[in-house]
């Protein structure tokens, strides 16, 4: 299994394209309860944001760009959602159209990614955690199946993004160090377990094509025989 993790990925038979589509359904699928989820989620950090603001809760607190941040979460996920329910799911799966969904998913995963980082920034200046980053990279790793090559880039885009940008927010060099070692190590784990799920749903569809074959040769040979 550790050695299916680093090779690369062999589709027989012109699979590809057949493998890509239900991929993407596959996703699509995922993605929109994780939409659900997201939207109900910044619906309640809305609540208590306003709640804490008019309340003059804490005075350090910058409630504006947190609640704008919430809000831009909230839209593009509530958007992600209408758009992947009322047209990716129902356009005719072509090569083109193929590559259009891909693209569309890959942006709503920089997007959770990026928005992560962007909170973990502001949150250097008041409690110093990386909890939303780490968040959101493991909910993209479990939510997206996703190539090994494709989700390399993309989580060492994380890590890179993030790592250049802390020493601006955080000031003591001991957190730093302390944030640049988890980080480091947790994107690998993220990397590891979107690969074991990209090679496991590889292998479903390989073993369900074979399946049909072998159904359709014992249906012909049935038919023969009556």
Same mark, same amino acid.
């Given at each position: 299994m550790l050695k299916d993790l680093f090779k690369k990925t062999i589709f027989p038979d012109d699979t590809k394209s057949a493998f890509t589509a239900q991929l993407l359904k596959? %996703?699509? @699928?995922?993605? /929109?309860?994780?939409g659900y989820?997201?939207?109900?989620?910044?619906?309640?950090?809305?609540?208590?944001?306003l709640i804490s603001?008019?309340?003059h809760?804490?005075?350090?607190?910058?409630f504006i760009t947190y609640l704008l941040m919430y809000i831009s979460m909230f839209t593009v996920n509530m958007l992600f959602v209408v758009m992947t329910k009322k047209v990716f799911l129902k356009i005719k799966w072509t090569e083109?159209?193929?590559?259009?969904?891909?693209?569309?998913?890959?942006?709503?995963?920089?997007?959770?990614?990026?928005?992560?980082?962007?909170i973990t920034m502001l949150d250097q200046r008041l409690y110093g955690q990386i909890t939303t980053f780490v968040v %959101?990279?493991?909910?993209?790793?479990?939510?997206?199946?996703?190539?090994? /090559?494709?989700?390399?880039? /993309?989580?060492?885009?994380?890590?890179?993004?993030?790592?250049?940008?802390?020493?601006?927010?955080?000031?003591?060099t001991n957190i730093l160090i302390g944030h640049?070692? %988890? /980080?480091?190590?947790?994107?690998?784990?993220?990397?590891?377990?979107?690969?074991?799920?990209?090679? %496991?749903? @590889?292998?479903?569809?390989?073993?369900?094509?074979?399946?049909e074959k072998t159904n359709i040769v014992l249906q012909? @040979?049935?038919?023969?025989?009556l």
């Open positions: 596959e %996703n699509f @699928h995922r993605s /929109i309860i994780l989820a997201v939207m109900l989620f910044e619906s309640i950090l809305i609540t208590i944001n603001y008019f309340g809760v804490d005075t350090s607190y910058d083109s159209s193929m590559k259009m969904m891909s693209g569309f998913q890959l942006g709503y995963v920089f997007f959770m990614i990026g928005w992560g980082i962007a %959101n990279v493991a909910v993209c790793a479990i939510t997206f199946y996703m190539s090994g /090559i494709k989700s390399f880039f /993309i989580y060492i885009g994380a890590l890179i993004g993030l790592v250049t940008g802390l020493p601006f927010f955080q000031s003591n640049y070692v %988890n /980080i480091s190590v947790f994107c690998f784990l993220a990397w590891i377990v979107c690969r074991m799920l990209y090679v %496991n749903f @590889h292998k479903n569809f390989t073993v369900n094509r074979e399946l012909t @040979h049935m038919s023969l025989m």
